[in-house]
C-alpha cells in the first residue's frame, strides 16, 4: 500500500493517506515526548518496537472479539488501518494507583483499585487533555450517550482480557489509555497500545518498563520496551 498526503502528525506518529480513502497507513517514529511535548528524545528502534507490540496486542484483542483499526503489518514500523471518525475522548482504566492519579488524590503510588477506576479525558493538547464526564460528552456533543456507555463496557472488557495476557508473562497491567473511533456508527478501537500509553510492572520486582522510565529520566527504556515485546513472543534483529 502506497503512502499519499500525510494526514496527521502527532507527537511519536504520522498519519498517512493512501490511494483507498477507507484506509490509513500510521508509521511509528522513534520519537518520545512527555509533559504534554515539552520533554522530547529519540531512541533507536523505539518505532519498530512500539508498531510490533501495538499489532501484537490489536490483533489478539480482534481474536477475543474487539473490534480494533488494525488491518495489517506493512513494514517493521508502519501499520496499514482503517480510517475512523475518531472520537476526542480518551478513555483511561486504573487497576493500581499511579501517575495523575495520585497527585491528584494524594494517594500512595502502587495502591490496588478495587474495583478499576475508569476516567475520561478530552483529548486536546492545548488546553492539557482536562478530565471531563460523561455529562460534557453529551453537552458538548463530542460522543452520544449509546456510543459513550459502548465505550466504557468495552474498555473493562479490553482490561479483563489484556491483564491475563500480561500476568501470564509476569507483568501486571497498572493502567492505560484507549482511544475509540465510528465507522457507520459502530464504536472500533483505534489509535495504539503501546508502553507509551500503558504503564507495565514487572511483577516479579515492580520495576516500571513503560513510558514512565522516561518521564522519569530512568535508564533502560529501550531495553525494557523489548523485554515487553519479547515476552508477548516479538522478537527484533537489534
Not at 57 to 82: A, C, P, R, W, Y
Amino acid at each position: 500500500m502506497e503512502k499519499k498526503s500525510e494526514l496527521y502528525r502527532g507527537k511519536s506518529k504520522n498519519v498517512y493517506c493512501t490511494e483507498k480513502k477507507d484506509l490509513l497507513i500510521i508509521h511509528f517514529r522513534d520519537d518520545i515526548s512527555a509533559n504534554n511535548g515539552l520533554k522530547i528524545k529519540q531512541f533507536f528502534g523505539k518505532g519498530i518496537i512500539n508498531n510490533k507490540i501495538n499489532c501484537f496486542i490489536m490483533n489478539f484483542l480482534q481474536n477475543n472479539g474487539i473490534s480494533t483499526h488494525i488491518e495489517k503489518l506493512i513494514s517493521d514500523n508502519q501499520v496499514l488501518v482503517k480510517k475512523l471518525k475518531m472520537i476526542p475522548i480518551e478513555c483511561v482504566l486504573r487497576n493500581i494507583a499511579s501517575g495523575s492519579l495520585v497527585k491528584r488524590l494524594d494517594i500512595k503510588e502502587g495502591m490496588v483499585l478495587n474495583p478499576p477506576i475508569f476516567e475520561i479525558f478530552f483529548k486536546n493538547d492545548i488546553k492539557n487533555d482536562p478530565m471531563i464526564n460523561d455529562s460534557h460528552c453529551e453537552t458538548f456533543n463530542w460522543v452520544n450517550k449509546e456510543n459513550f456507555i459502548k465505550m466504557k463496557l468495552l474498555t473493562y472488557k479490553i482490561n479483563d482480557i489484556l491483564k491475563k495476557l500480561f500476568i501470564d508473562i509476569n507483568i501486571i497491567l497498572v493502567d492505560f489509555k484507549l482511544e475509540f473511533g465510528l465507522i457507520n456508527n459502530t464504536i472500533i478501537l483505534g489509535d495504539e497500545f503501546s508502553p507509551d500509553v500503558a504503564r507495565l510492572w514487572d511483577k516479579e520486582n515492580m520495576k516500571k518498563m513503560d513510558k514512565d522510565l522516561f518521564r522519569e529520566d530512568s535508564i533502560g527504556l529501550i531495553k525494557s520496551y523489548k523485554s515487553i515485546a519479547n515476552r508477548l513472543g516479538i522478537k527484533f534483529n537489534f
